[in-house]
């Protein structure tokens, strides 16, 4: 997630938000095929992926992909600062299936 995101959507318009996230995630997006990870999710500004659930993986690693450099202008425009990601890892097993009848 984004720190500080919460309080910067109380004081940006809609639209510069939306910008913000989509250049950021735009840039997450590209990084995926490059790390082997399954994007998830996105809600707000989290932004989840998985990796090694397709296929097993002989050796076990945590792989944390380095941030891409960002649009200074955009977030300088919206955060007057470089955003600063939080990144969880969780690694171990896992099980996946599909639950309810709906996508989100």
């Given at each position: 997630?984004?720190?500080g995101?919460?309080?910067?959507?109380?004081?940006?318009?809609?639209?510069?938000?939306?910008?913000?996230?989509?250049?950021?995630?735009?840039?997450?997006?590209?990084?995926?095929?490059?790390?082997?990870v399954?994007?998830?999710?996105?809600?707000?500004?989290?932004?989840?992926?998985?990796?090694?659930?397709?296929?097993?993986?002989?050796?076990?690693r945590?792989?944390?992909?380095?941030?891409?450099?960002?649009?200074?202008h955009?977030?300088?425009t919206?955060?007057?600062?470089?955003?600063?990601?939080?990144?969880?890892?969780?690694?171990?097993?896992?099980?996946?299936?599909?639950?309810?009848?709906?996508?989100?």
């Open positions: 997630d984004v720190k995101f919460t309080a910067m959507c109380s004081v940006v318009e809609p639209a510069v938000v939306m910008a913000f996230l989509n250049s950021l995630y735009t840039q997450f997006d590209s990084l995926l095929g490059v790390h082997d399954y994007k998830v999710e996105t809600i707000g500004d989290c932004y989840m992926v998985a990796g090694g659930l397709m296929r097993p993986r002989r050796t076990a945590a792989s944390h992909p380095t941030p891409p450099h960002l649009n200074p955009l977030a300088t919206v955060t007057n600062a470089g955003p600063q990601v939080r990144v969880g890892i969780h690694t171990g097993p896992v099980t996946s299936g599909v639950v309810g009848t709906r996508m989100p």
